[in-house]
């Protein structure tokens, strides 16, 4: 069955060629696409287009409908086109005439719109928790290992001291800056387009405001053209805060596998975190934070595909936007999976104590000797020659007291303004206000 078949059948490998896979992508929409249609069954109640006891009939369906889906066991027939299809096909074939009603005022191009903000605010708050999960246990593992010093790099080369107090925070840090990023996106992501139809709006009397309201939206996108032009447009700047989340969890996939390396051997992962080899005994692979690594490579890529499919497209609507479901709706699910295991992993790291006891490590103090030097009042120009003339000689030897305590610094990793930056972002989100909205619809 499909909304739009009138006398003559679509040839079979057309039809199969332009759904696509819509049916499996649409299976992730559906409990919205409910949600979506109970707000737009009262607003037309409200505007005088279908009657009180019909909406009361219609909704009690789409509730059923909708625990069929919470249940598992909503599933788009064969034959059926799409999601929207389906629902309607099952208030139809249930309630007779009374469910072809549901369509007034809508298009498919609205109706997945909203479907598609509505899951996309549903996978941002998912995501922000996992974020904010990792970011509480790299602070913690930051405050434990505060005292616990490491090598810092520069052109990998061993450059001056750090810590693992700094390490762990540096990335908490990232996460929060992410986390703004992330905000941005949801407040492109919290605007309704219902009632944009199929991109020029309706001569019905709509209430856009009241959709907006009983959906928990921020506001509405008030263009009804632009609503459309939306689509894709979300998506790219959703998927582009994900790929800033996925960067840093890149980049730490990588200090790991570097820092687990036995010419580094920084820190081990428990023992039931790595892999083995088949020929060689000896092995403990990092795979985990290997494949974290290219799974968040992959996540950054996504921005630029859904560029590349709509950057040419004119305003209105075009089929191409469909083939963005299915690069867009799985990557919410695979970079939690890498913020899961990168959170699992952290939390149970071992830190090697012990590193700058090494002697290849005693030129890190290099720096630390010039600027005791300056404080003692040597120009810092004249210092840095008369260091670098004993390494020269052989002839360094390190003082490796440290003490640097300007903010940010070993000495001072100001972990709790961190927090309270993270903190502050996260409260902006208002996950609270768009939940509530949602269990009234259902309830």
Not at 131 to 159: C, R
Not at 243 to 269: E, M, P, R, W, Y
Not at 389 to 402: A, S, V, Y
Request: glycine share 6%; proline share 2%.
């Amino acid at each position: 069955m499909k909304l739009w078949e009138k006398s003559t059948q679509v040839n079979e490998k057309i039809e199969k060629f332009t759904v696509g896979l819509d049916r499996e992508m649409d299976l992730y929409l559906a409990k919205y696409d409910v949600l979506g249609s109970i707000a737009h069954v009262q607003m037309l109640e409200n505007v005088g287009l279908m009657e009180q006891n019909e909406k009361s009939i219609l909704i009690e369906e789409l509730k059923n409908i909708y625990q069929q889906i919470e249940s598992g066991a909503f599933r788009i027939e064969e034959g059926v086109e799409d999601v929207h299809s389906q629902v309607e096909f099952l208030l139809t074939k249930k309630l007779g005439d009374i469910g072809k009603k549901i369509h007034s005022g809508r298009s498919r191009n609205d109706q997945v719109l909203l479907d598609l903000k509505l899951f996309t605010r549903a996978e941002i708050e998912k995501t922000a928790r996992a974020v904010n999960s990792l970011f509480e246990v790299l602070l913690e593992q930051s405050e434990t290992y505060k005292d616990i010093f490491l090598p810092g790099y520069t052109h990998l080369q061993v450059a001056m001291p750090s810590s693992f107090g700094l390490w762990f925070g540096a990335y908490a840090e990232s996460l929060a800056d992410d986390l703004q990023q992330l905000l941005s996106a949801w407040k492109i992501t919290n605007r309704n387009p219902l009632g944009s139809a199929a991109g020029y709006g309706s001569s019905f009397p709509l209430n856009r405001q009241m959709t907006t309201d009983l959906l928990g939206f921020d506001s509405m996108n008030y263009n009804v053209v632009y609503a459309q032009m939306g689509r894709g447009k979300m998506e790219r700047m959703v998927s582009t805060a994900l790929a800033g989340i996925a960067a840093t969890i890149s980049k730490l996939a990588f200090d790991a596998c570097l820092f687990t390396s036995q010419n580094f051997g920084f820190v081990k992962l428990a023992d039931e975190f790595t892999t083995g080899s088949s020929i060689m005994p000896h092995k403990k692979n990092p795979d985990v934070f290997e494949l974290t690594r290219a799974k968040c490579n992959k996540i950054q890529a996504i921005p630029h595909q859904i560029s590349l499919i709509t950057n040419n497209l004119p305003s209105g609507y075009f089929r191409d936007l469909q083939i963005i479901k299915e690069i867009f709706i799985p990557a919410f699910e695979d970079l939690r999976d890498c913020l899961e295991m990168t959170e699992m992993m952290m939390s149970r790291i071992e830190v090697n104590k012990n590193i700058l006891d090494d002697k290849k490590y005693d030129y890190l103090f290099s720096v630390e000797e010039v600027n005791r030097l300056v404080l003692e009042g040597v120009p810092f120009r004249d210092a840095y020659k008369r260091v670098g003339e004993r390494i020269e000689k052989g002839e360094f030897k390190p003082d490796k007291n440290i003490s640097h305590t300007h903010e940010g610094s070993i000495g001072n990793l100001m972990n709790s303004e961190i927090k309270k930056y993270k903190d502050e972002i996260l409260a902006e989100f208002k996950f609270s206000v768009v939940n509530q909205a949602l269990e009234e619809l259902v309830k």
